[in-house]
């Protein structure tokens, strides 16, 4: 079975800071994904940045990058020079391919506050 | 913008009841996926459909099905809803098989929020 832990139930960090966001995840399978997904107060869920388990290379999305680290199961997510728009629930998510079953097995979240 | 669509926005109706949930994929997606988000659960898969076929399922209760349509557009239909129901219903969307990064990438709807009074 597939589960991610998100262990931080909530952070406040300054504006322009930059941000760390714990993820942690366990499958046995050696071909995964993992994702990290913005969900604001308006309740959308945004997609922010992905990586696969095989990918050579962190993956970076402007702001956002993924600290990738294999051995210790972990998929950071980091965003650099932290805005108020920033504030919302982060949710780090894991796909494990099964015959075409894609579905997403999701962590509980971080709730994200970014102090003026 | 996404590019999936959802509708209704919200919705508000009793127990006993049964409603219709629907989602348009982004263009080009013949993946579709549902997920249940409540308070006490978190966020759920529900079910997976890919090109009318239904693929996966998961955490979804005998009261609930779906489908998908020629035009790939999905509904999901909730019956004899009971007051646990009430959450925030996503679609979600990707490129289906296929090895390339992008078909991998789920990207959701804004969302159906369902109320049961």
């Known amino acids: 079975a597939q589960k991610i832990t998100q262990t931080q139930p909530g952070m406040f960090v300054q504006e322009k800071e930059a941000v760390t966001l714990d993820c942690t995840y366990d499958t046995s399978d050696p071909s995964y994904g993992l994702f990290w997904y913005k969900q604001p107060s308006s309740g959308e869920m945004i997609f922010l940045i992905y990586q696969g388990s095989y990918d050579q290379q962190n993956a970076t999305e402007g702001r956002y990058s993924l600290n990738f680290q294999k051995a210790r199961k972990s998929a950071n997510l980091v965003i650099s020079a932290s805005q108020l728009g920033d504030s919302a629930m982060y949710f780090c998510a894991m796909r494990v391919s099964n015959f075409g079953n894609e579905k997403l097995t999701f962590g509980t979240g971080t709730r994200l506050t970014i102090i003026p | 913008d996404s590019g999936v669509t959802q509708t209704p926005k919200h919705l508000i109706t009793a127990t006993g009841q049964r409603v219709t949930l629907r989602c348009s994929p982004r263009?080009?997606?013949?993946?579709v996926y549902w997920y249940q988000q409540s308070l006490d659960q978190g966020l759920q898969f529900l079910i997976q459909y890919y090109n009318g076929e239904e693929r996966a399922k998961g955490n979804i209760l005998e009261r609930f099905s779906a489908q998908q349509f020629p035009d790939l557009h999905s509904e999901l239909n909730l019956s004899s809803l009971e007051l646990g129901d009430s959450a925030l219903y996503f679609c979600?969307?990707?490129?289906?098989?296929?090895?390339?990064?992008?078909?991998?990438?789920?990207?959701f709807g804004p969302g159906t929020r369902l109320t049961v009074t």
């Open positions: 263009s080009g997606d013949l993946s």
């Open positions: 979600a969307s990707s490129g289906g098989q296929g090895e390339s990064r992008s078909s991998y990438e789920q990207y």
